[in-house]
Nanobody, 127 residues
Framework: QMRLVESGGGLVLAGGSLRLSCAAS????????MGWFRQAPGKEREFVAG????????DYADSVKGRFTISRDNAKNTVYLQMNSLKPEDTAVYYC????????????????????WGQGTQVTVSS
């Protein structure tokens, strides 16, 4: 069983930055494609960013392209989401997730393809 724990959320002014971390335990993260999703109040959980097993391929939702960067450090069993130029509409609970089946260079934006989820970290962007 893999356990994922997110950290780094908080309250920030519009235009500011935050760096989220997702630490894995129980399994070696290097075997999993990883993703970040978010859920705002009253909305569905949506894809934000994904990174392939080998770290060589990334994918982003259109709403965050050019502002967010996903990365991974397999030696530390950790995935990151650097968020710059934050907007009030980025306010949500952010979740990291691990996908065992998506291998190699592929990434996944499909919520149901992910096997393990963290508990989430709140990000609030004030205007």
């Amino acid at each position: 069983q893999m356990r994922l724990v997110e950290s780094g959320g908080g309250l920030v002014l519009a235009g500011g930055s935050l760096r989220l971390s997702c630490a894995a335990s129980g399994r070696n993260l290097r075997n999993y494609a990883m993703g970040w999703f978010r859920q705002a109040p009253g909305k569905e959980r949506e894809f934000v960013a994904g990174i392939s097993v080998n770290g060589g391929n990334t994918d982003y939702a259109d709403s965050v392209k050019g502002r967010f960067t996903i990365s991974r450090d397999n030696a530390k069993n950790t995935v990151y989401l650097q968020m710059n130029s934050l907007k009030p509409e980025d306010t949500a609970v952010y979740y990291c997730a691990a996908d065992l089946a998506t291998a190699g260079w592929r990434t996944s934006s499909i919520r149901d393809e992910y096997d393990y989820w963290g508990q989430g970290t709140q990000v609030t962007v004030s205007s």
